[in-house]
């Protein structure tokens, strides 16, 4: 997979392209991250990539000549999925992140100051997303969060003991309680169930734990997740007890 990101501030992607799981990706060729100025694409003398709303009001825009000319230069080869970071767009969640990661080439264009000319948004890209419904004075670290989302699902990315299918949200439900040693700390102890070396048992403790989470935690999840006829009775069965 390639990823590049347009940024005013490439300098803020030097230490997170290169650091733990995503620098693990980076060194083993599993992704290719690019962070490039499009400032560079100014045709300005002064490299100026933002200018005053037509009509009047606060603040500046980024115009829409040096992001449409960065898109040009880096799409040569295959068409790529273009993401606009923008707290007006779709909410990122890990289903978006596992439809993202089946992508050859992804660019993603973190905005700034009051935001981009709406001509970038109508025709060049092709997703808007959002970290949530707050604003922040970039699009850099929302593009971190969702690279991160992303890189950490590609095969091989992380160790098989740290496998994401059992992370919360992959299979619809938060995931279960975990403990490691000690077995028992300030008095404070380890179920007994996880030490009882027993597989099976440990499996359908660790289904409840994660439907009783999603029940007190994400009740909305539940409408969406796959369940099966256990899971039905099981949930019931906690329903019950919580009345
Ligand atoms: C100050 S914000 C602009 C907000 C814009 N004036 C508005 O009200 O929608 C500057 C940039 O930060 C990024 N940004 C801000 N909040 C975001 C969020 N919740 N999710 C993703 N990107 C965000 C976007 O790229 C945005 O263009």
């Not at 992607?13 to 100014?42: H, K, M, P, Q």
Request: aromatic content about 8%; glycine content about 6%.
């Amino acid at each position: 997979m390639k990823i590049d990101v347009l940024t005013l501030f490439p300098e803020l992607f030097e230490s997170f392209f290169s650091t733990s799981i995503i620098g693990r990706a980076v060194d083993e060729d599993r992704v290719s991250l690019n962070a490039i100025n499009f400032r560079d694409y100014s045709k300005n003398k002064h490299h100026k990539v933002d200018d005053y709303p037509y009509g009047g009001g606060q603040g500046m825009l980024l115009t829409p000549e040096p992001i449409f000319d960065a898109i040009a230069d880096i799409s040569k080869e295959i068409k790529p999925r273009i993401i606009l970071l923008c707290p007006q767009g779709e909410r990122f969640t890990q289903k978006k992140a596992e439809e993202l990661s089946n992508e050859e080439h992804l660019v993603f264009i973190c905005g700034h100051y009051e935001g981009f000319d709406e001509r970038i948004r109508e025709h060049l890209v092709t997703d808007e997303l959002s970290i949530g419904d707050f604003v922040l004075t970039g699009g850099e670290t929302a593009a971190q969060v969702m690279i991160d989302a992303v890189v950490r699902l590609l095969p091989g990315a992380l160790s098989k003991a740290s496998s994401h299918e059992d992370d919360s949200f992959s299979s619809g439900l938060l995931e279960f309680p975990q403990y490691t040693r000690p077995e028992n700390f300030r008095g404070m102890k380890v179920p007994d169930i996880l030490l009882s070396g027993n597989h099976g048992n440990i499996a359908k403790w660790r289904r409840e734990q994660s439907l009783l989470r999603t029940l007190e935690r994400r009740p909305d999840l539940l409408e969406t997740a796959e369940l099966n006829k256990q899971d039905q009775e099981i949930l019931e069965q906690l329903k019950r007890s919580q009345d």
